[in-house]
C-alpha cells in the first residue's frame, strides 16, 4: 500500500510539473513579438496596431532625414573649403562668377556669391536713379547677403523639426502601447477569474515592446538632432565669415586682409 501510495504521489508530481512547464513555456511564447503581431492580424489589438504603425512611420522618417542630412553635410563640408579657395584666388572676378555658376545648385557659398555679385550688379547698373537715393552700395550689397545666408541656413534646417518631433513624441506614444497592454492584461484577469502567466503574458509582452520601441526611436532622433544641430551651427559660422569677405570685396574692390 505504501509503495503504491508513494507511486502515486510521484506520478501526480511529475505531471504537475510537465504541466507547470508546459504552462511556463506557452507564457513564454506569448510575451514574443509573434504573439502580439497575431493580436494584430486578428483585429484584437487595433489600437496596439495604431501605436505600432505610428511608431514604425516615425522610425522610417526619421531615419530618412539622418541619412539625408548626412549627405547634404558631408557634400557641403568636402567642397566649400575648395569652392571658397578657387573664388579668392581667382585673378578676375568675372572668371570667378562664372567658376561659381558651374557649381551644383546644391552648393550653398556659390548660392550666396552669385546673390551678392547680382546685387552690386543691379546696384551699378541702376546708379544716379532711386535705388541708389534709398540705398548705397554697401547697404544693398548686406542686404542682399543677409537674405542669401538666411535662406541657406534654413535650407541646412530641413528636417531638424521632424528628428526633434519624434525624439519628443516617440516615447510618449510608445507608453501609449505601454498602458494600453498592461489595460488589456487586467482585462485578461477580469475575464478569465484567474492571474496565473498564461493570462497576462501576452499583454505584458507587448507593453514591454512597445516601450522598448518608443525608446529605440526616439534616443536616434534625439542624438541625430544635436549632431546636426552643431554641424550646422559650424557651417552658418562660415557662411557669416564668407559673407563678411564678399560684403567687403564688392563694396570696396577689394578684400580686406588680402
Not at 503581431?37 to 531615419?63: A, K, Q, R
Not at 541702376?126 to 534709398?134: D, F, K, Q
Not at 534616443?219 to 569677405?245: C, E, K
Request: one cysteine or more; proline letters at 2%.
Amino acid at each position: 500500500m505504501l509503495q503504491e501510495a508513494t507511486s502515486t504521489a510521484a506520478a501526480a508530481a511529475s505531471a504537475a510539473g510537465a504541466t507547470g512547464g508546459t504552462s511556463n513555456a506557452e507564457a513564454l511564447n506569448a510575451i514574443g513579438f509573434g504573439h502580439m503581431w497575431g493580436t494584430f492580424i486578428s483585429g484584437e489589438n487595433n489600437v496596439g496596431l495604431l501605436v505600432f504603425i505610428s511608431l514604425c512611420v516615425f522610425m522610417f522618417l526619421s531615419f530618412f532625414y539622418m541619412v539625408v542630412n548626412i549627405f547634404r553635410n558631408v557634400r557641403i563640408r568636402t567642397r566649400s573649403d575648395k569652392v571658397i579657395a578657387t573664388f579668392w584666388e581667382t585673378q578676375n572676378a568675372q572668371d570667378a562668377i562664372q567658376f561659381m555658376e558651374q557649381q551644383p545648385k546644391s552648393e550653398p557659398f556659390s548660392k550666396i556669391a552669385l546673390d551678392c555679385a547680382e546685387a552690386a550688379a543691379h546696384h551699378q547698373r541702376n546708379e544716379g536713379g532711386r535705388l541708389t537715393g534709398a540705398l548705397n552700395r554697401s547697404e544693398f550689397i548686406d542686404r542682399a547677403l543677409r537674405q542669401a545666408v538666411s535662406r541657406e541656413s534654413e535650407n541646412l534646417e530641413n528636417g531638424l523639426t521632424l528628428l526633434a518631433t519624434v525624439g519628443s513624441t516617440a516615447p510618449f506614444v510608445g507608453l501609449l502601447g505601454t498602458v494600453w497592454g498592461i489595460y488589456h492584461a487586467l482585462t485578461g484577469i477580469a475575464q478569465s477569474g484567474q492571474s496565473s502567466i498564461e493570462a497576462v503574458a501576452g499583454p505584458v509582452g507587448e507593453a514591454l515592446i512597445m516601450t522598448a520601441l518608443g525608446l529605440f526611436v526616439a534616443i536616434p532622433a534625439v542624438l541625430a538632432y544635436n549632431f546636426f544641430v552643431r554641424m550646422n551651427r559650424v557651417t552658418n559660422s562660415q557662411f557669416d565669415a564668407f559673407a563678411h569677405d564678399l560684403h567687403d570685396f564688392f563694396a570696396t574692390g577689394s578684400r580686406v586682409g588680402a
